[in-house]
């Protein structure tokens, strides 16, 4: 069993910076998937970034590759989605999620067995 908590979000204006935090519990190993996700009103769960636990590769989706950064520290098992350069179009609740397999369908919301509650992001323009 994994435990995810999201904090951080909030609103922001336009050309802001926020960062979000997924505070992870329970059987959490190098290779398991993390990612994040985000959710707006009344459109599918999208992906929005993705690493593994060790760290070694990131992924990002073109809407947000080179504003958004994913990250984690392993002393407080803690993920975080450093975003900058706001945009209003980047309002959701965004979701941290893992994969007991990280599998290569990093992207894919049915590759992911366990996900937090979200955090609103509002970005006001």
């Known amino acids: 069993q994994v435990q995810l908590v999201e904090s951080g979000g909030g609103l922001v204006q336009a050309g802001g910076s926020l960062r979000l935090s997924c505070a992870a519990s329970?059987?959490?190993?190098?290779?398991?998937?993390m990612g994040w996700f985000r959710q707006a009103p009344g459109k599918e769960r999208e992906f929005v970034a993705a690493m593994s636990w060790s760290g070694g590769t990131t992924h990002y989706s073109d809407s947000v590759n080179g504003r958004f950064t994913i990250s984690r520290d392993n002393a407080k098992n803690t993920m975080y989605l450093q975003m900058h350069s706001l945009k209003p179009e980047d309002t959701a609740v965004y979701y941290c999620a893992a994969d007991e397999n990280g599998g290569a369908r990093y992207s894919w919301t049915k590759s992911y067995d366990y996900w937090g509650h979200g955090t609103q992001v509002t970005v006001s323009s």
């Open positions: 329970g059987r959490i190993f190098s290779t398991t998937g």
